[in-house]
C-alpha cells in the first residue's frame, strides 16, 4: 500500500519514468511503463488538437468527454463527477438538499407539478398536481428541460423564490413566493397497515438514514397491530452498502455476517456484520423485488433469503453484486469506481453481467446459466449466483392494455385526474375510493374528442405481411384473408374503453386518489389491485404455506 501511494505522489509530479526502472518485477514495470507512455501521448495529443484544431476547443467539454468514454469501457458504475456535477451526487449520497420539496415534469413543454412532498415549501405555500410553472424568478422557462428547471428551484435553504403558476379552472397565472428550505429524501415515502395484521414498508432508496426509517417504520406498525410485515424494494436502485447491513441487522441475530466484499487491493477484503441487537427476529417477512431492485436492494432481499429470515416475491433482480467507492480528486471533482464485489452470506455474487469479459462487438457478457454455481440457504435450499436474486414466488408481472397504455402516455388519465379533483372537493379514503360507473362514463364521454390512438403489435405485423406480400408477388392470392385479419384486429378506441374498463379504473382511481392524499393515497388505492401485494398477503397468512417455502419442502 505504501508503494502505491508513492506512486500516485509521483504520477501527479509527472515523474513516473524514474520511478518504474527501480521496480525489481518487470512485469509490474512494464505495466507503469506503458501508463507513463500513454498518458505522455494523451498529454501531447490533446495539446496538439488544442493547438491545431479547426476551431476553438471547449478544453473541460473535451476532457470531460474523454474521461467518460475511458470509464466507459469498464463498467456503468464508475464514473468521472466533476465539480459542476457534485451537488447531485451529494443529494444521491445524502438525500439533502436545499429547494422546495416538488417533483416536477416536462409534459408537452410544460413545466408541470408531479407532486408536491408533504411537509415541505411547494405543499406548504399551495402548489398542487397539474400545476403548470411557468415563470421561477419573473424568468421564462419555456423551452427549459427538466434538468435545468430543478436547478433553478433548487438553492440555498432560507432563499425565496417567485413562482408564476398556470392553474386548472383558474383564469389568469398568479405568483407564489415560496421559501427554500433543506429537503430530506425519504427513504421510506410510505408504510402503512395492508390488512389489520400485515403492515407494509416501502424502501425506495438507501441514502443516509434509511435504516432508521425502516426501524420507525417498523416500530409503528407493531404499535398498529402489525404481526407480519411486507417490505416493498421494487424499483429501489440500491445506495449506501451500511445502511443495507443495518437493514437486514433489524431482523437477523446480533453478529450474523450480512455481506462480504472482495476486492483487487486487500483492503477492500471486509466481512460486514451485523453489529446491533435486532429490532424482531420472529416476525413473519415478505420481501418484494423486481428487474429494478439492485445492488443494495439485492443485499436486503439476498440476506433475508440466505437466512430464510422471509419469502421472496416477484421476479428476478437486476444482478447488481460491485461495490463503488469515491476517490477525491482536483478541483473539487471524484471518481466513483468499482473497487469489489460483494457476496452475501451464502457466499453467492449475484452480479449478472461479467464487464471484464466482453464479445467480439466490445460488449460485456451476461454469465452463462451454465456457470452459474449452485449455494445454499441456512435451511438448505439451494440458490444461484451470477444473475441477481431469483425470488422464492414468481408472480407474473401484470401486462396492461394498449389502450391504458395510451392513456396513461398521452397524459389524459393526469388531465382527466386534475379535472376531477377541480370539480370535487373531496373523496373517500384512497383505499375505499371507487369511481361510480356514472362517473367512469363522464370519463368516457370526456375522451370522445381526444387523441389517444395507438398501434398494437397485432397491428403492425399484418401490415408487415401485407408488405412481404406485396414484395413477393403474393398479395393478390391473400387479400381477402388480410383484409378479413384487418377487420377483426383493427380496434375500436370506444369499444377498448370499455373492454378494459376496470383496468382503466384502477388506474384512473390512483390518480385521482394522488390528488386528494398525495403518494400516501396513490400507493393505498393499489392494494386491491397490486398483484405482488394481493400475493404477498396470501403467503403471510398462510402459515404452513410460508414455513414451506422456507423449509424447502
Request: with cysteine; hydrophobic share 35%; glycine share 8%.
Amino acid at each position: 500500500m505504501r508503494l502505491k501511494k508513492r506512486i500516485a505522489v509521483f504520477v501527479s509530479l509527472g515523474i513516473i519514468p524514474i520511478v518504474l526502472f527501480s521496480f525489481s518485477s518487470n512485469k509490474v514495470s512494464n505495466h507503469y511503463f506503458e501508463i507513463a507512455k500513454n498518458m505522455k501521448i494523451f498529454a501531447q495529443l490533446y495539446q496538439e488538437v488544442n493547438t491545431y484544431y479547426v476551431d476553438d476547443v471547449n478544453p473541460s467539454e473535451m476532457m470531460t468527454t474523454g474521461i467518460e468514454a475511458m470509464l466507459a469501457t469498464l463498467d456503468p458504475y464508475t464514473n468521472y463527477i466533476p465539480e459542476d456535477r457534485i451537488e447531485d451526487y451529494r443529494t444521491m449520497t445524502t438525500g439533502e438538499y436545499g429547494g422546495l420539496g416538488v417533483v416536477v415534469g416536462n409534459r408537452d413543454g410544460d413545466i408541470t407539478v408531479i407532486l408536491p412532498n408533504e411537509g415541505y415549501p411547494a405543499y406548504e405555500a399551495g402548489l398542487q398536481i397539474g400545476d403548470i410553472i411557468q415563470k421561477v424568478g419573473g424568468e421564462d422557462i419555456e423551452g427549459k428541460n427538466t434538468d435545468e428547471i430543478s436547478k433553478y428551484l433548487k438553492g440555498q435553504a432560507g432563499s425565496e423564490v417567485v413562482l408564476t403558476i398556470k392553474r386548472y379552472g383558474v383564469d389568469q397565472p398568479f405568483d407564489v413566493k415560496v421559501k427554500r428550505e433543506k429537503i430530506q429524501i425519504n427513504n421510506v415515502p410510505y408504510y402503512g397497515m395492508v390488512t389489520d395484521n400485515i403492515g407494509l414498508i416501502q424502501l425506495t432508496d438507501f441514502t443516509r438514514n434509511a435504516s432508521k426509517e425502516v426501524a420507525d417504520a417498523l416500530v409503528e406498525l407493531k404499535d398498529r397491530g402489525a404481526n407480519k410485515v411486507i417490505i416493498d424494494l421494487r424499483g429501489n436502485p440500491g445506495g449506501l452498502l451500511n445502511e443495507a447491513v443495518n437493514i437486514v441487522n433489524l431482523f437477523v441475530p446480533k453478529g450474523s455476517d450480512v455481506v462480504y466484499t472482495k476486492g483487487r487491493i486487500e483492503d477492500w477484503n471486509k466481512t460486514y456484520k451485523a453489529l446491533n441487537a435486532p429490532l424482531d427476529t420472529d416476525i413473519p417477512i415478505a420481501v418484494l423485488i423486481n428487474g429494478g431492485s439492485a445492488s443494495a436492494a439485492e443485499i436486503v432481499s439476498g440476506s433475508i433469503q440466505d437466512y430464510d429470515r422471509g419469502v421472496l416475491l416477484g421476479s428476478k433482480s437486476f444482478g447488481k453484486g460491485l461495490v463503488q467507492a469515491t476517490r477525491p480528486l482536483d478541483y473539487n471533482s471524484r471518481l466513483k469506481v468499482t473497487v469489489a464485489k460483494y457476496y452475501i452470506p451464502s457466499g453467492r455474487c449475484i452480479q449478472a453481467i461479467d464487464y471484464s469479459h466482453r464479445n467480439e462487438d466490445g460488449e460485456a457478457i451476461v454469465v452463462a446459466d451454465s456457470l452459474r454455481e449452485k449455494f445454499k440457504t441456512a435451511n438448505g435450499r439451494i440458490v444461484l449466483d451470477g444473475g441477481g436474486v431469483a425470488p422464492d414466488v414468481d408472480v407474473k408481472p401484470f401486462n396492461f392494455a394498449q389502450i391504458s397504455v395510451s392513456l396513461i402516455l398521452k397524459g389524459l388519465i393526469f388531465d382527466y385526474a386534475t379535472k376531477f379533483h377541480y370539480e370535487n372537493e373531496s373523496i373517500a379514503p384512497a383505499r375505499e375510493f371507487e369511481l361510480s360507473d356514472a362517473q367512469f362514463e363522464n370519463f368516457v364521454t370526456w375522451l370522445k374528442d381526444k387523441d389517444y390512438g395507438y398501434h398494437t403489435k397485432v397491428e403492425a405485423t399484418i401490415e408487415e405481411l401485407e408488405e412481404s406480400a406485396k414484395e413477393d408477388k403474393y398479395y393478390d392470392d391473400i387479400q381477402a384473408e388480410i383484409e378479413d385479419l384487418k377487420k377483426k384486429v383493427y380496434h375500436n378506441k370506444e369499444s377498448d374503453v370499455i373492454k378494459f374498463k376496470d383496468e382503466i379504473k384502477d388506474i384512473l382511481e390512483a390518480e385521482i386518489a394522488k390528488r386528494y392524499y398525495l403518494e400516501a393515497g396513490e400507493t393505498e388505492s393499489t392494494f386491491t389491485a397490486d398483484l405482488d401485494i394481493i400475493e404477498a398477503v396470501n403467503v403471510l397468512n398462510d402459515e404452513a404455506r410460508y414455513n414451506k417455502i422456507l423449509s424447502g419442502n
